[in-house]
């Protein structure tokens, strides 16, 4: 069973580099045809994609956050992260990490879903 | 504010039928399927629907999914409190170099 957490400071202050981890355990985040992903949830609000990794290392970011995301793979800790510079009030949110599979069929394949998450982590960016 | 858009809320008493909207456009829904999550407060969010209309295994056949065009919907039938929730679609949407879409999220009341 995959399981993820995520974790870091709850709370970061403006202008800063909000920082999170996500541990998974279950399966080897370089073991597959897996992408990792990181969602946000405003309080109040709906759900936003952050952003993508894929076990080898390539990325794929929301365009309105993209000139301030990064995210990395830890193969050895079995870890990804996400980093989002320049953090102002309105990046204050509960931030999810999940796991995205793959979703084909008798050898054809439809797109891709969130299969696993996080419970989630909540960040405040206030100083 | 997201390019697939969903109603704020619903409601409904128990047993009734509600459905749910999901509105997009060409390079999202018109040629993407949607997945459904269910949201309930303080879990993680839950695949409903995968692929316009499928099940995964141990959703329940109250749920159900559609898609037609560049929209989409989500009817639950036999309204049970423990529905109440909110509800996402989520989407490819085509446009750059490819993104994840969420629609705003629908919240189901019970009452």
């Known amino acids: 069973q995959v399981q993820l957490q995520e974790s870091g400071p709850g709370l970061v202050k403006p202008s800063q580099t909000l920082s999170l981890t996500c541990t998974v355990s279950?399966?080897?985040?370089?073991?597959?045809?897996?992408?990792w992903s990181w969602i946000r949830q405003p309080a109040g609000k709906g759900l936003e994609w952050i952003g993508s990794?894929?076990?080898?290392?390539?990325?794929n970011y929301n365009p309105s956050l993209n000139s301030r995301v990064t995210m990395s793979l830890d193969i050895s800790k079995n870890q990804f992260s996400l980093n989002l510079a320049y953090v102002t009030a309105a990046d204050t949110a509960v931030f999810y990490c999940?796991?995205?599979?793959?979703?084909?069929?008798?050898?054809?394949?439809?797109?891709?879903?969130?299969?696993?998450w996080g419970r989630g982590a909540r960040v405040t960016v206030s100083s | 504010q997201s390019v697939v858009t969903q109603p704020p809320s619903v409601s409904g008493t128990p047993g009734q039928s509600i459905t749910i909207s999901c509105s997009g456009g060409s390079s999202n829904i018109g040629d993407n399927y949607v997945y459904w999550y269910q949201h309930l407060p303080g879990a993680a969010p839950k695949l409903l629907i995968y692929?316009?209309?499928q099940r995964p295994s141990g959703v329940p056949d109250r749920f159900s999914g559609s898609q037609s065009g560049t929209s989409a919907s989500l009817a639950i039938s036999g309204l049970r409190s423990e529905d109440e929730a909110d509800y996402y679609c989520a989407v490819w949407d085509n446009n750059l170099s490819g993104s994840w879409v969420f629609g705003g999220g629908t919240k189901l009341t019970v009452l």
């Open positions: 990794i894929y076990m080898s290392g390539s990325t």
């Open positions: 279950g399966v080897l985040i370089g073991g597959g045809n897996f992408y």
């Open positions: 692929r316009a209309d």
């Open positions: 999940a796991r995205v599979l793959p979703d084909c069929s008798n050898g054809r394949c439809y797109g891709r879903f969130f299969e696993s």
